[in-house]
């Protein structure tokens, strides 16, 4: 790897993250019923696929998927004795196809569908060995930095703590915010504030928001426009790099195919604005496809985050 992913972003490059495949496998053939870490290891040449098409499309970088393996999502689908298989397998996977300055990222996902104490059933150390078992797996398999998030920020903070324990590669962690009344929140009630400088006080290298449902739009249509609003107020909360990876839009049911209304030209018209209000890692996540990032790659690409807010700024 020529320059490593911190410092790339401390030179203010804008890097871009990597496209939700959990959701374009289905372009592969993956159902919407089967376990994702059981799908990539009996398919290992479509996953292959899949993220050699998403670096081409400009991703930086490429996802593990394992979201869902956990020991207690696997356990879900009855699959809890195979967690180092699925984590080690995916990250293997990803580190064979995965270029130069490019960068394979971890996925660590909350505790669903069990909570950490007092609101769930689970110990700190029940859940702390946990995430030890996944991290361990996928430290094995080759990654170079993690992506921890979720719904609850309490398990996501442990996770960190194991990653910290276990090694010193970057951890990116990002917040899922819903919009309220009060504004975005967690679904836990966190404001951006303060899930944000929770965050930086858990040691995290890069802070963001992601999915959920940001809209101020009553058919969910803007969720790249309420993004821009989301970063504003991270930024009040941490002096971290920031990261945003909003839905594009909210899924709708149109002759019997879920269908987001956001189009590539939409986001990618948003995320200059994304870049001004301080994300320096972009990208997109449920209903966004490989199209949405070539157009948000076309956008902004080769150009730094000071060129882009200076391109952007009123003249007079």
Same mark, same amino acid.
């Given at each position: 790897?020529?320059?490593?992913?911190?410092?790339?972003?401390?030179?203010?490059?804008?890097?871009?993250?990597?496209?939700?495949?959990?959701?374009?496998?289905?372009?592969?053939?993956?159902?919407?019923?089967?376990?994702?870490?059981?799908? @990539?290891?009996?398919?290992?040449?479509?996953?292959?696929?899949? #993220?050699?098409?998403?670096?081409?499309? *400009?991703?930086?970088?490429?996802?593990?998927?394992?979201?869902?393996?956990?020991?207690?999502?696997?356990?879900?689908?009855?699959?809890? =004795?195979?967690?180092?298989?699925?984590?080690?397998?995916?990250?293997?996977?990803?580190?064979?196809?995965?270029?130069?300055?490019?960068?394979?990222?971890?996925?660590?996902?909350?505790?669903?569908?069990?909570? #950490?104490?007092?609101? *769930? %059933?689970?110990?700190?150390?029940?859940?702390?060995?946990?995430?030890?078992?996944?991290?361990?797996?996928?430290?094995?398999?080759?990654?170079?930095?993690?992506? @921890?998030?979720?719904?609850?920020?309490?398990?996501?903070?442990?996770?960190?703590?194991?990653?910290?324990?276990?090694?010193?590669?970057?951890?990116?962690?990002? %917040?899922?915010?819903?919009?309220?009344?009060?504004?975005?929140?967690?679904?836990?009630?966190? =404001?951006?504030?303060?899930?944000?400088?929770?965050?930086?006080?858990?040691?995290? =290298?890069?802070?963001?928001?992601?999915?959920?449902?940001?809209?101020?739009?009553?058919?969910?249509?803007?969720?790249?426009?309420?993004?821009?609003?989301?970063?504003?107020?991270?930024?009040?909360?941490?002096? &971290?790099?920031?990261?945003?990876?909003?839905?594009?839009?909210?899924?709708?049911?149109?002759?019997?195919?879920?269908?987001?209304?956001?189009?590539?030209?939409?986001?990618?018209?948003?995320?200059?604005?994304?870049?001004?209000?301080?994300?320096? #890692?972009?990208?997109?996540?449920?209903?966004?496809?490989?199209?949405?990032?070539?157009?948000?790659?076309? &956008?902004?690409?080769?150009?730094?985050?000071?060129?882009?807010?200076?391109?952007?700024?009123?003249?007079?």
């Amino acid at each position: 790897m020529a320059k490593g992913f911190l410092e790339r972003l401390k030179d203010e490059e804008i890097l871009f993250h990597y496209a939700p495949l959990h959701s374009l496998l289905a372009d592969w053939g993956k159902d919407l019923e089967s376990n994702l870490s059981d799908w @990539i290891v009996k398919n290992p040449d479509k996953y292959q696929d899949a #993220l050699v098409q998403s670096y081409k499309a *400009g991703c930086t970088l490429g996802c593990t998927q394992t979201q869902a393996a956990s020991p207690w999502r696997a356990a879900t689908f009855g699959m809890r =004795d195979r967690i180092h298989e699925f984590n080690y397998r995916s990250a293997k996977l990803a580190r064979e196809v995965t270029p130069p300055d490019h960068y394979v990222l971890a996925m660590v996902s909350t505790t669903n569908p069990d909570f #950490l104490e007092p609101l *769930g %059933n689970m110990t700190y150390r029940e859940v702390y060995d946990g995430y030890k078992e996944q991290i361990s797996a996928l430290l094995e398999g080759g990654i170079d930095l993690f992506m @921890i998030g979720g719904n609850h920020l309490d398990e996501a903070l442990v996770a960190i703590q194991v990653a910290r324990d276990l090694c010193s590669l970057p951890i990116i962690s990002q %917040n899922i915010f819903y919009t309220t009344k009060k504004g975005f929140r967690t679904m836990m009630g966190a =404001d951006p504030v303060a899930a944000s400088s929770k965050l930086e006080d858990a040691g995290v =290298d890069v802070i963001g928001g992601s999915c959920g449902l940001m809209s101020k739009a009553g058919d969910g249509s803007d969720y790249y426009r309420a993004a821009t609003a989301l970063v504003t107020e991270m930024r009040k909360g941490c002096s &971290k790099p920031l990261v945003i990876q909003p839905n594009a839009g909210l899924a709708q049911l149109i002759d019997e195919k879920t269908v987001y209304p956001a189009t590539p030209e939409q986001m990618a018209e948003e995320v200059e604005n994304w870049v001004c209000a301080g994300a320096r #890692l972009v990208g997109g996540c449920c209903g966004t496809n490989l199209n949405h990032y070539q157009a948000i790659t076309q &956008k902004i690409g080769g150009r730094k985050a000071s060129q882009v807010i200076s391109d952007t700024r009123p003249r007079s």
